[in-house]
């Protein structure tokens, strides 16, 4: 493909420390794949839950596509997460885990034109974990600044 989409959860690592991860195919229609490409993607408040065997992606947000007149979408509709048997029993023994999550940590496109989701396994820093990231972050950055 000759256009390169990855849209990052930002947030999503200062909030969460990530223990694991995966990457899942993710069940759009046609107006969503085509908001995708256009990076109309938000992941403000989205998180994935299982369903009757099943990991579903909340309130993750796709905006609408201009020129899908009748065929356009729910913005903010529960999405199917494609995942193997294995890696959903595996990970749905980990959710019930006292503090465990799985939060979107990203959305692009493969080599193959499909939509992929990287989900996360993570647990809620604490506002000393917070504090102590935003100081590696600026220790980082100030060491770059003095290499350059």
Request: charged share 35%.
């Amino acid at each position: 493909m000759a256009q390169n989409i990855y849209i990052k959860n930002r947030p999503a690592t200062f909030e969460y420390a990530i223990e694991d991860k995966l990457k899942a195919g993710i069940m759009l229609t046609g107006s969503e794949i085509k908001s995708i490409r256009n990076s109309r993607v938000s992941f403000n408040d989205s998180y994935c839950i299982f369903y009757k065997g099943e990991l579903w992606v909340k309130s993750l947000f796709i905006g609408e596509y201009a020129n899908a007149g009748y065929a356009a979408h729910v913005t903010t509709r529960e999405r199917k997460l494609l995942l193997t048997k294995k890696e959903l029993r595996k990970w749905e023994n980990k959710i019930k885990e006292k503090g465990f999550s799985i939060i979107p940590l990203a959305m692009f496109i493969d080599d193959n034109g499909y939509a992929k989701l990287e989900i996360g396994l993570g647990k809620g820093k604490k506002l000393y974990d917070k504090r102590e990231s935003i100081k590696n972050r600026d220790a980082d950055r100030d060491l770059k600044r003095y290499l350059k």
